[in-house]
């Protein structure tokens, strides 16, 4: 489970720990079909499950907008239950598409979908996941909070558009990096938080501060990630290192990089990179020296911690609590994730 600090409270630990094993049964239970072919894939995705951050997001955000009298939502809320699986499904379903996308054969150690069986069959395996999402969704008979689910996964495809128009844009500007970040990624931990807080019938205030606070740290989150493929360990991150600029999608480093750096350099890394596309040497370790001495890794760190540092001061608006304290938590540990 995601980032459960030493000093979590013990009650809501667990109660959190027992939410999530039945987001995972709900997620199982949901997808089961009458068809082997279709229940052989998605037991096959069950690997790509990493921290699930964005149902904790959902179940912490819930339990910290209406704590309990000691503090801590008692478990069993059904509909935030609900809304944490359909989370985790959406994202599950971008992760099989991004596959397609990225030309990927392995997740987490594994093959993708699309390696195994085709980009055919992952396509509609993502669709699957989609279709269920809204099917669950859909039993809440809450209408505002499942627009809320359908508007962000819209923006998560105007995110991946978005990159996509982008690809090889060599001279991407730092507003539109955000900007693809803001939507891909950061749109559906935003509603995750924002969701709840709503099922929870929270006020205006605290649903627009727990977006408010999903989105920076989802923007964070996208930061880091984006450091971690350029300067992680493939055993820890779970997937091939360099997969961002071997697609031709520019990062916040790269971009720093292109301002700051000489145009000796920005010709070396010109050559670095051409070498890497044609499959000639293995560039990453130049890429990262480079990056380190304009003091592109650097800035992409400051922002990242600027942008924590902001989410946590969104949480100012919740009632002092062990899940407001947790969210608080979850926010800091971005900037130390090895995954």
Not at 71 to 89: D, F, K, Q, Y
């Amino acid at each position: 489970m995601l980032l459960l600090a030493d000093g979590c409270d013990r009650r809501l630990g667990a109660i959190l720990q027992d939410e999530l094993a039945d987001v995972s049964r709900r997620f199982s239970a949901e997808l089961l079909a009458d068809l082997p072919c279709v229940n052989a894939l998605v037991d096959h995705i069950e690997r790509y499950r990493g921290k699930m951050l964005r149902p904790t997001l959902a179940l912490v955000s819930g339990m910290a907008a209406a704590p309990g009298l000691d503090g801590v939502a008692p478990r069993g809320n059904e509909p935030l239950r609900i809304i944490a699986t359909v989370v985790e499904m959406i994202h599950m379903a971008t992760l099989v598409h991004d596959d397609v996308l990225d030309e990927a054969e392995t997740r987490r150690g594994g093959d993708t979908v699309n390696q195994l069986k085709g980009n055919e069959t992952a396509v509609m395996l993502g669709d699957y996941l989609i279709s269920h999402a809204y099917h669950l969704c859909s039993g809440l008979n809450m209408p505002k909070v499942s627009r809320m689910i359908a508007a962000s996964t819209n923006v998560v495809c105007e995110g991946e558009l978005l990159q996509l128009a982008n690809r090889g844009n060599w001279d991407l500007e730092e507003s539109v990096y955000f900007d693809i970040i803001r939507r891909k990624t950061a749109s559906l931990c935003a509603t995750s938080c924002a969701a709840a807080a709503e099922l929870q019938d929270a006020g205006p205030e605290v649903v627009g501060d727990l977006h408010a606070y999903g989105e920076k740290l989802g923007v964070a989150y996208q930061i880091v990630d984006d450091l971690l493929d350029l300067m992680g360990e493939e055993g820890m991150v779970g997937k091939p290192l360099g997969r961002d600029l071997s697609q031709g999608e520019i990062t916040l480093p790269m971009i720093h990089f292109r301002r700051q750096a000489s145009p000796s350099q920005q010709e070396r890394m010109r050559e670095v990179l051409e070498d890497e596309a044609r499959k000639r040497s293995n560039g990453m370790a130049a890429v990262r020296g480079m990056l380190c001495d304009t003091g592109s890794i650097d800035y992409a760190h400051r922002w990242s911690e600027t942008l924590v540092a902001e989410a946590r001061g969104a949480l100012a608006v919740l009632p002092d609590s062990p899940a407001s304290q947790l969210l608080s938590d979850m926010a800091d540990a971005v900037l130390t994730r090895q995954f």
